[in-house]
């Protein structure tokens, strides 16, 4: 007489998360894109060395300017989407899909890992901003709950940003041109749109770090109000959190219905 035996949820989860988290971390992808999120620093210390510039604002000025529309969106396209659609083209999803691993555990597990290692790339940059603003301005120049509110709105919108594609990969094949569709409609057009900034994540990575809140008004947001659309950064963060979780979900329920040929 044999037995079925059960196989604990969390742990298949941690083993399709360290599988693909290695796979991921020795991908020639992502040394590529850690050279393309480190040219912001290679600029910043040009500029530390040989301009009098203030070391605080040049960094506030990069994360919000840089970091934040192109460079977090750039690494979670390249790790969202493809956490599904690389099993497509490479003929291995039937397999995964035949073992007795239940597909919402198997997005979560890959989703996790292509978020660890996003969040890894968009942090190294920002934490070298960080150690060159203080080398260059003899101390940090801000106070240690601002740096933590920067931190926390990079890693909760490079996790939903990874989710969204996510979630977009596993709805369409063509995960690049759907996470590029995306980007500019709702994280482009709609940030200068009144009201409908508020579907886009970098409206919320911005009120969590409390970025130039006063120097949001557009053209556009002047026809509407007379000051720039602000919610708390706390409530910004929790945005962010509930958006994650609101594509990861999404993502989940897709690929555990859709029938994909192969």
């Given amino acids: 007489m044999t037995t079925a035996r059960t196989v604990n949820p969390g742990s298949q989860i941690a083993t399709i998360y360290t599988t693909d988290l290695r796979r991921l971390l020795f991908a020639k992808k992502t040394l590529v894109l850690l050279c393309v999120q480190l040219l912001p620093v290679v600029f910043a210390l040009i500029y530390v060395f040989f ?6 604002s ?4 990069t994360v919000e ?3 934040f529309p192109f460079l977090i969106p750039l690494a979670a396209v390249f790790y969202g989407g493809p956490a599904l659609v690389d099993e497509m083209e490479g003929r291995t999803l039937t397999y995964l899909t035949l073992r007795p691993v239940p597909k919402p555990a198997l997005f979560l597990g890959k989703w996790l ?3 660890t290692v996003a969040v890894g790339l968009v942090l190294i940059p920002v934490i070298s901003l960080l150690a060159i603003v203080a080398i260059a301005s003899g101390g940090m120049g801000t106070s240690l709950t601002t740096i933590v509110q920067i931190l926390l709105a990079t890693v909760l919108g490079t996790a939903a940003y990874t989710a969204i594609f996510a979630a977009l990969g596993a709805l369409v094949a063509k995960s690049l041109f759907a996470g590029i569709l995306y980007f500019v409609v709702v994280e482009l057009i709609f940030s200068f749109l009144p009201v409908l900034e508020l579907l886009s994540v970098r409206f919320h990575m911005r ?3 409390e970025f130039n809140t006063s120097s949001r008004l557009g053209m556009l947001d002047q026809l509407v109000f007379d000051q720039p659309l602000t ?3 706390w409530l910004g963060a929790i945005i962010l959190a509930i958006m994650c979780g ?6 989940s329920v ?9």
Avoid at 256 to 262: F, L
Wanted: glycine share 10%; aromatic share 10%; proline share 0%.
């Fill in 51 to 56: 301009e009098n510039i203030d070391g605080l």
């Fill in 58 to 61: 040049m960094f506030s000025e």
């Fill in 65 to 67: 300017g840089v970091m």
């Fill in 113 to 115: 890992a292509g978020t």
């Fill in 207 to 209: 009120n969590a770090a």
């Fill in 231 to 233: 919610i708390d950064w």
């Fill in 246 to 251: 609101i594509a990861v979900a999404a993502g």
């Fill in 254 to 262: 897709i690929f555990s219905n859709k029938q994909y040929h192969i």
